[in-house]
């Protein structure tokens, strides 16, 4: 299980999808044990096939272990680890994926200039060294003086590293995914209410702006490949011309308007990959 500390309002959502995907595989004559992030932790583990939502550092430190000694993961403690924001906005520019213009940097930095001189103006302050764990470790500012104050902010809270992301005026399409299935889903949340902090807001409601959705599939499919996860969702924004930027990218997601459905098919990918090692 994930622990709730990053789980920030979807606790039971994020535990919801993997009882699921249990029963799944317990219908198919798996014997499932669930293991709070906390025993895995502390070694009461020993299966040599495991599902993980971890996100702590010290977690999918250890899944790396287990994987580098034979254990069969999903998602991989590498999977994880580059899903980790900042790492995820190397490897996401670096590779071609869609993806905001956007700044590392340290949360002590002066940036206005920088921001200036990338001509960003209203951003996204992203914390940069861990997984999202509290509303305000994503932030929106209006304009660069802002987003030097909101920065500041981060530093105080002893955040030392940060993503910053030009803002993308647009629809917000959330997605879900299951690597190497046809499996994709994607809907506008601020349309049907789903919210984890309230920050769609900011977008609002959707135009129904058109976009090649096919694209946006094989983009995460992409995406997925270089980051090395196999169960994902995440977020874009479609612009008025049909083009997306995807501006969040996670691991094993909560999958709370289709789980059943993304349940079996997670079940599916899960019992292949079993076959596909023996």
């Given amino acids: 299980m994930r622990a709730g500390a990053f789980s920030p309002n979807h606790i039971g959502n994020d535990a919801a999808i993997l009882n699921m995907v249990a029963e799944q595989l317990r219908k198919r004559s798996c014997e499932v044990n669930i293991y709070s992030e906390e025993q895995f932790l502390s070694g009461a583990v020993s299966e040599n096939i495991i599902l993980s939502m971890c996100r702590e550092r010290e977690s999918y430190l250890r899944l790396q272990q287990l994987e580098d000694n034979g254990a069969l993961v999903i998602n991989s403690g590498y999977g994880v680890e580059n899903c980790v924001r900042e790492r995820l906005t190397r490897i996401m520019m670096s590779r071609s994926i869609p993806y905001p213009d956007s700044l590392i940097v340290d949360t002590d930095e002066v940036v206005k200039n920088k921001l200036a001189d990338a001509g960003i103006s209203a951003c996204w302050i992203k914390r940069g060294e ?12 209006r304009h660069p003086q802002e987003a030097q104050e909101m920065l ?10 940060a993503v910053i992301n030009r803002h993308q005026p647009g629809d917000l399409v959330k997605f879900y995914g299951v690597r190497g299935t046809s499996f994709f889903h994607w809907f506008y949340p601020f349309d049907n209410d ?18 090649n959705v096919e694209s946006l599939k094989a983009d995460c499919a992409k995406a997925a490949d270089i980051l090395d996860v196999q169960v994902y969702g ?20 909560s999958f709370a308007p289709c789980r059943a459905e993304a349940a079996i098919v997670i079940a599916r990918m899960v019992m292949n990959q079993i076959k596909n090692r023996r």
């Fill in 152 to 161: 500041q902010e981060f530093f105080l809270r002893g955040i030392k590293r």
């Fill in 234 to 253: 995440g977020d874009c924004i479609v612009a008025e011309d049909g083009t997306y930027k995807i501006i969040d990218f996670n691991d094993w997601p």
């Fill in 194 to 211: 789903h919210s984890k902090y309230g920050k769609e807001a900011i977008n609002g409601p959707s135009h129904n702006l058109p976009f």
């Fill in 130 to 141: 861990s997984h999202t764990k509290h509303h305000e470790d994503v932030t929106y500012a």
